[in-house]
């Protein structure tokens, strides 16, 4: 007899940030809860793209809780916009604070991929009460294309024109060798194909800064990169696990583009997370019962 798959409740709702943005959430939650996840997604996508790990995480004890940032999927904001790229740590922390509260003495562990694991390092220098967190194909480089001059012209552009859009659709092949996500990405109306002056500036501003922030954070890290990224260099990711060390674990995939979560090896990915994850929780709670 075949065992009964779990249940998985789905919850998509809307929150009011500290800073009084309007941000949409979604969850998946198991009946029975040992950690939590909390995703942080990519620039120009949102949280709807990442229903493969959240299912797959849920269905292994872990809730597993995902939001859109400002201008963003179906939260509220200028489309790829943001004024100052610490509104989107603001924004995290008023979810982190949220998600803390629905699963008290649980572990909580941030997992951002690309922009947001950018945003994931920048928030842990301000040290919440976190387990350790996991970032996937980091922005902590700037690609070779982007020079430190062309970063301070870009800067006074966007002092003068913050809202000016300009293109940001990319290669779909760059993002995984199924091909299938590629065409999803396209087709999905939820994926913008520009950001402003705005956001571009401020969003490589803090890359530049990325590397020195390192020192702040103390809690367990996992960085994973797929070796073949054409949109975050590897290299961003490969010094920060150094300057982290001892407190890192780096994992870089040979042959695997940006976005591993969603190669045909994602599901092997996400068992080296699993088994990162049982082994840095920095303490063991009894299992929980899902809220509700």
């Known amino acids: 007899m075949k065992p009964h798959p779990p249940i998985i409740r789905r919850t998509e709702s809307h929150f009011v940030s500290a800073g009084g943005r309007t941000l949409f959430r979604r969850a998946w939650i198991p009946e029975r809860v040992d950690r939590v996840l909390l995703l942080v997604h990519g620039i120009c996508e949102h949280s709807g793209r990442y229903e493969a790990i959240g299912r797959w995480f849920a269905e292994r004890h872990s809730a597993v809780h995902a939001f859109d940032h400002q201008g963003h999927g179906r939260a509220s904001g200028r489309r790829?916009?943001?004024?100052?790229?610490?509104?989107?740590?603001?924004?995290?922390?008023?979810?982190?604070?949220?998600?803390?509260?629905?699963?008290?003495?649980?572990?909580?562990?941030?997992?951002?991929?690309?922009?947001?694991?950018?945003?994931?390092?920048?928030?842990?220098?301000?040290?919440?009460?976190?387990?350790?967190?996991?970032?996937?194909?980091?922005?902590?480089?700037?690609?070779?294309?982007?020079?430190?001059?062309?970063?301070?012209?870009?800067?006074?552009?966007?002092?003068?024109?913050?809202?000016?859009?300009?293109?940001?659709?990319?290669?779909?092949?760059?993002?995984?060798?199924?091909?299938?996500?590629?065409?999803?990405?396209?087709?999905?109306?939820?994926?913008?194909?520009?950001?402003?002056?705005?956001?571009?500036?401020?969003?490589?501003?803090?890359?530049?800064?990325?590397?020195?922030?390192?020192?702040?954070?103390?809690?367990?890290?996992?960085?994973?990169?797929?070796?073949?990224?054409?949109?975050?260099?590897?290299?961003?990711?490969?010094?920060?696990?150094?300057?982290?060390?001892?407190?890192s674990e780096l994992r870089i995939y040979p042959g695997l583009r940006h976005e591993i979560f969603n190669e045909p090896e994602r599901e092997a990915i996400f068992e080296d997370i699993a088994d990162w994850l049982r082994r840095h929780a920095e303490f063991v709670a009894s299992p929980q019962a899902a809220p509700g």
């Not at 109306?189 to 950001?195: A, D, Q």
Request: aromatic share 6%; hydrophobic share 45%; charged share 20%.
């Open 80 to 247: 790829g916009h943001v004024r100052r790229f610490g509104h989107l740590l603001d924004d995290l922390e008023s979810i982190f604070v949220a998600v803390e509260s629905e699963h008290r003495g649980l572990p909580v562990f941030p997992v951002g991929h690309s922009m947001g694991g950018l945003v994931v390092t920048e928030f842990l220098r301000r040290k919440p009460a976190v387990a350790g967190a996991v970032i996937s194909g980091a922005a902590l480089a700037l690609p070779p294309s982007i020079t430190a001059p062309r970063v301070l012209a870009l800067r006074s552009a966007s002092c003068l024109a913050p809202y000016w859009r300009i293109a940001s659709r990319i290669d779909t092949d760059t993002l995984s060798r199924d091909p299938a996500v590629g065409a999803a990405y396209l087709e999905d109306p939820l994926v913008l194909s520009h950001m402003t002056l705005g956001l571009a500036s401020e969003l490589f501003g803090t890359i530049r800064r990325a590397a020195q922030g390192a020192a702040d954070i103390e809690v367990p890290t996992l960085v994973l990169h797929g070796e073949d990224d054409p949109i975050c260099p590897v290299e961003g990711s490969r010094s920060f696990a150094n300057a982290l060390a001892p407190r």
